[in-house]
């Protein structure tokens, strides 16, 4: 379903609805519900969510990597195209060449028993049909451009030769190989070094502008939202509590969560005696309550919330979010 | 300022208790995991059946499995004269002699099984425990053991030594133990080095306490998969060794030594072979399952 | 590569030579010699056969004599057949159980991968019970109950192979021995190489590979197949070394000329130095297999070439 915004014509992505159910021996778990958004050219969309709140999924849902038991509803649209009914072979072409994925921990993700350079030529024979020198060339180029040092030499070593850093690089380089329209890169630094974290980073930026790419970044990290996304999705057990802006989130988050969230970020300008965390842990979702998924842990639920699922709306400043609480009742919000 | 002053909230949080979940101990964990397996539950039956029928059933039979019946020689199954499984060329019952010959089988196969259990566990948990050189010397004679070819040496020693039903068990263990103790002293290198024993070796837990209340338990699960693994076989070898007619001697008879002899007259008589092929086929067959039941209960993947 | 395996074959070495000294000490420790059997021979002549065998002589000193012939290759000379050495006799048998052996060894191994392969990718499925039920069977029953079955079923009663027995010039004669090892053989391979692919196959590099949009094709045999086969290889020596028992039994069965019944009847024979040499041959052999597999080992992971 398209939706008919003037932002249209700019839009690479469309997800409405998507649905994410897993068939488990204690019953249906739904680990994503309603997930909806456009992604737009040259934009970067963060989605931010503390672990099992289905933000791994929900990308893996739309590239259609997950496993046999899971159930998709809802539909993701690409270039006029429901990539959730697809049949395989096209999806197969969409993978890898029009989107591209990048994952987690690079030292799992790249294939140890094989060596960078087939890694990277396979890509390139496979979606553009390119013979071997060709693809070879590109290779080292993509190499070149995420600044490996000495390609020529290193591409022929294998991944567990390379250093955390330039794994993910050559991860990237991997992903950009054909020139992927949607870039997809979940938790990409969280299994590296700070320092790291930033390069890494930095260079996607960089890319993106150059190649004038979408991405969607997956992070529990509010600090690599901040830096790097344009717009921000904030999910939790599955459903999109906040979806904002990157200015508008963190200068006036309109919901609960988020605000408990970005509490809960140690402050370096003030001084604050004990480290602030939201009360409660993540409700286990074999088990799912009526109402507000939140509303358990929330300081200001009232008792709608524990009844009635908030739905999720458009704000008046452009945000959406689902809660029942009205805007002017949340606690003043001291940034 | 605390975050619930923050959001305003000065009573006690609203947080809701979800609602306890039953605690379940790993070992009705791994019951639960077994009972899945129909094939391994379905296995556990008919072999609990087959040690029955061993057992008692050679007292039960209308005839004896040494009796010699003159008038009812080579004869086919039949239900009429009692002789279900056949009659062999001295006119002995099949059906009851098969019975006898499992009572060997799976002696054989329980007291090797036992001494292999018991000399592995030994072994891999001392050079687990122990570690370093010592244990690289022990594991170093596994290493050994594992490169012979234990039938030409099984064959060797009982030709010198003689058929004796002891000597054979012997043999045939001795070339048994070395997947358990490999196994165990694994298991036993990587719970030495779990957070929880090194925690309770810091805060000054005696060192048999560590053992007996971390270590064992821990163990067990591995122990059990794995005799059930080694049953079947020694009860293999045994029969081997029977076949080539170095296992046990007259009067006693086991599975193998009677496909040996069934196998010798298959022409003419096939059920003398397919009574005790099918009984030793069938333990083997079941025995697997099991122990691929039991491995999925306690070891999930 | 090469290295690592030889260094894991020079610790094999001295298992060699436990087992040959271990036989050894066996053979002329026991009671009784090789020509106690015999019809009652005049001591005069009983003297000179020990002369002339070095029976004489201290244990201790006839080991070492042995042990010198050994590195020159010269595994002594046979009792019982006294026409013969040692030597001769293995180079008569070998041939038989090599081929029957090798051959076995290959078409198990590409069955019971091309099984394996297919009963992981179609999981659950009827392809994959009725594969799996196959590997069961091979798996579990015994040798020596299914070559006599087999033997029962394709010689007795359908008259379409010979039931035993060897003949260089026809190929039919090897077609029932292959086939029982090959069925052996082929049900561990096919339930290993199954269980070791579905572990694969939820590795996160093939995650990777997926999401790459290459095709299932290129994806088994390209990226899952080093780490699939890993576990089959390393089940290789241990196969060999069983199928060195399994070459008894079977040339038992079918009253093959090769090594197995050669140890057989030297064992009960009492003929020393050809079981001696049989045994050291074996062992050799067993070490030989062990490295070249620790070979394919090195070769399918990089990451333990150091």
């Known amino acids: 379903m398209m939706h008919s915004t003037p932002d249209n014509a700019r839009s690479v992505l469309n997800v409405s609805d998507l649905c994410v159910t897993f068939d488990t021996p204690d019953g249906p778990v739904a680990a994503v519900d309603g997930l909806t958004f456009d992604l737009m050219r040259g934009k970067t969309l963060g989605i931010v969510g503390e672990s099992g709140s289905g933000k791994s999924q929900s990308v893996l849902a739309m590239l259609g990597l997950l496993p046999a038991y899971a159930r998709v509803g809802g539909s993701v649209c690409f270039e006029g195209r429901n990539l959730l009914r697809l049949p395989q072979a096209q999806l197969a072409e969409v993978r890898g060449r029009r989107m591209a994925m990048i994952f987690q921990d690079p030292m799992t993700a790249l294939n140890p028993y094989l060596t960078v350079a087939r890694q990277m030529t396979e890509v390139l024979a496979h979606h553009r049909g390119m013979a071997h020198g060709e693809a070879r060339r590109a290779s080292l180029a993509a190499l070149d451009r995420v600044q490996i040092p000495d390609a020529a030499r290193r591409i022929d070593l294998y991944p567990h030769e390379f250093s955390g850093g330039m794994r993910q690089r050559v991860m990237i380089a991997m992903a950009l190989l054909c020139g992927p329209d949607v870039l997809i890169a979940d938790e990409p630094t969280t299994a590296l070094d700070v320092t790291v974290q930033a390069q890494i980073l930095a260079l996607l930026r960089s890319l993106q502008k150059d190649d004038a790419m979408a991405m969607i970044l997956i992070t529990h990290d509010l600090g690599v939202v901040a830096e790097s996304c344009d717009d921000v999705i904030v999910m939790y057990a599955g459903r999109m509590m906040e979806r904002a802006g990157v200015y508008g989130l963190f200068d006036g988050p309109s919901h609960p969560y988020t605000r408990g969230l970005l509490g809960a970020v140690p402050r370096l300008d003030r001084a604050e005696g004990a480290l602030h965390s939201i009360p409660g842990v993540p409700p286990d979702m074999r088990r799912v309550a009526p109402g507000c998924p939140f509303a358990p842990r929330c300081g200001q639920a009232g008792d709608r919330c524990l009844t009635h699922v908030p739905a999720f709306e458009a704000q008046p400043d452009g945000a959406a979010r689902a809660c029942h609480v009205a805007t002017a009742d949340l606690v003043r919000w001291a940034a | 300022m605390s975050l619930h002053a923050a959001l305003g909230d000065t009573a006690p949080t609203q947080t809701r208790v979800p609602p306890a979940v039953a605690g379940r101990s790993p070992l009705q964990d791994a019951w639960r995991r077994f009972l899945r397996h129909r094939s391994a539950v379905v296995s556990l039956c008919i072999l609990l059946v087959m040690l029955l029928a061993c057992v008692v059933g050679p007292w039960l039979l209308p005839h004896r499995f040494d009796t010699t019946d003159w008038d009812a020689l080579s004869l086919p199954p039949s239900w009429s004269n009692g002789h279900w499984l056949g009659t062999d060329e001295l006119g002995r019952d099949v059906l009851a002699r098969t019975l006898t010959g499992g009572r060997v089988s799976l002696m054989v196969g329980a007291l090797g099984a036992a001494a292999a259990t018991l000399l592995g566990v030994a072994w891999g948990a001392t050079a687990g425990f122990l570690g370093g050189r010592i244990d690289n010397a022990m594991m170093r004679v596994v290493d050994m053991l594992y490169a012979i070819p234990y039938l030409l040496i099984a064959i060797l020693v009982i030709t010198l030594f003689g058929r004796d039903f002891y000597l054979v068990v012997l043999v045939i263990t001795a070339f048994s133990w070395m997947d358990m103790a490999r196994i165990v002293r694994g298991q036993t290198l990587a719970l030495r080095s779990r957070e929880y024993v090194e925690a309770a070796h810091a805060i000054g837990v005696p060192t048999r306490r560590i053992i007996l209340r971390h270590i064992v338990p821990n163990l067990l699960g591995v122990?059990?998969?794995?005799?059930?693994?080694?049953?079947?076989?020694?009860?293999?070898?045994?029969?081997?060794?029977?076949?080539?007619?170095?296992?046990?001697?007259?009067?006693?008879?086991?599975?193998?030594?009677?496909?040996?002899?069934?196998?010798?007259?298959?022409?003419?008589?096939?059920?003398?072979?397919?009574?005790?092929?099918?009984?030793?086929?069938?333990?083997?067959?079941?025995?697997?399952?099991l122990g691929d039941g039991l491995r999925d209960a306690f070891d999930p993947r | 590569m090469w290295r690592y395996a030889l260094r894991r074959t020079a610790a094999a070495i001295p298992t060699l030579w436990v087992v040959i000294t271990v036989c050894y000490l066996l053979l002329h420790l026991t009671p009784g010699g090789p020509f106690d059997g015999e019809r009652a021979l005049s001591p005069a002549v009983l003297e000179n056969l020990k002369a002339k065998y070095h029976l004489d002589l201290p244990v201790w000193q006839q080991y070492l004599l042995y042990l010198r012939g050994l590195l020159s290759g010269d595994l002594g000379v046979s009792f019982r057949f006294s026409d013969w050495n040692v030597n001769e006799l293995v180079r008569a048998a070998a041939p038989v159980s090599i081929l029957i052996g090798g051959v076995s060894l290959v078409m198990s191994l590409t069955v019971g991968v091309a099984m394996g392969i297919a009963a992981a990718l179609r999981r659950n499925s009827a392809v994959d019970y009725c594969v799996m039920g196959l590997a069961n069977i091979g798996h579990t029953i015994p040798s020596f109950v299914l070559g006599p079955v087999l033997v029962l079923v394709f010689a007795l009663m359908l008259g379409w192979l010979p039931a035993g027995g060897w003949q260089a010039s026809d190929w039919r004669y090897a077609v029932l021995p292959i086939a029982l090892l090959t069925i052996i053989n082929m049900g561990t391979i096919g339930r290993v190489t199954r269980g070791s692919l579905i572990e694969v196959m939820s590795s996160p590099f093939i995650r990777t590979a997926r999401a790459k949009g290459l095709p299932m094709t290129t994806i088994v045999l390209r990226h899952a197949i080093k780490p699939t086969l890993l576990p089959v290889v390393s089940l290789l020596g241990p196969l060999a070394i069983s199928s060195m028992t399994s070459a008894v039994v079977t040339e038992t069965v079918f009253s093959l000329p090769g090594l197995g019944r050669l140890v057989v009847s030297a064992a009960v024979n009492r003929d020393y130095t050809l079981v001696l040499g049989l045994v050291v041959l074996v062992t050799a052999v067993a070490v030989l297999l062990n490295f070249l597999v620790d070979l394919c080992y090195a070769w399918l992971d990089p990451k333990i070439r150091y």
Do not use: R
């Open chain 2, 223 to 289: 122990v059990v998969v794995y005799t059930a693994v080694i049953v079947p076989g020694v009860m293999l070898s045994e029969s081997v060794l029977s076949f080539l007619g170095l296992g046990v001697q007259e009067p006693m008879t086991s599975w193998g030594v009677l496909i040996q002899e069934g196998a010798n007259v298959m022409e003419a008589t096939p059920w003398l072979l397919l009574g005790p092929a099918a009984f030793l086929s069938l333990t083997l067959m079941c025995g697997n399952y």
